[in-house]
């Protein structure tokens, strides 16, 4: 059983930065692939950027490529997600969620809500304009 605690949330302005945190427990965390995924009320939630096992390769939304990094510690079982030049746009609960396997061989697979086994409770991003 894996468990998965984002932080880091919270309100910032548009064109400012953010780094989201996804602490994991419960079982080594360098097994799986992960990714970050983000939903508004009354909207399916949406793939935001995922990164496989090693950290050497990654996937990421139209929407925020260009301006948000992923990666991850697995020394002490982090990931990341460092957004920059927010837009309003981007508010939404983020979620952390590790995939079923070690690799993510495309962008469809890593944009599926069915390719990830564990989620966290997700932390609030609020972008004004």
């Known amino acids: 059983q894996v468990q998965l605690v984002e932080s880091g949330g919270g309100l910032v302005q548009a064109g400012g930065s953010l780094r989201l945190s996804c602490a994991a427990s419960g079982r080594a965390f360098n097994q799986n692939a992960m990714a970050w995924f983000r939903q508004v009320p009354g909207k399916e939630r949406e793939f935001v950027a995922s990164i496989n096992r090693p950290g050497d390769s990654t996937y990421y939304a139209d929407s925020v490529r260009g301006r948000f990094t992923i990666s991850r510690d697995n020394a002490i079982n982090t990931m990341y997600l460092q957004m920059n030049s927010v837009k309003p746009e981007d508010t939404a609960l983020y979620y952390c969620?590790?995939?079923?396997?070690?690799?993510?061989?495309?962008?469809?697979?890593?944009?599926?809500?069915?390719?990830?086994?564990?989620w966290g409770q997700g932390t609030q991003v609020t972008v004004s304009s």
């Open positions: 969620a590790e995939a079923r396997l070690p690799y993510i061989g495309s962008d469809v697979f890593a944009s599926r809500l069915t390719s990830y086994e564990y």
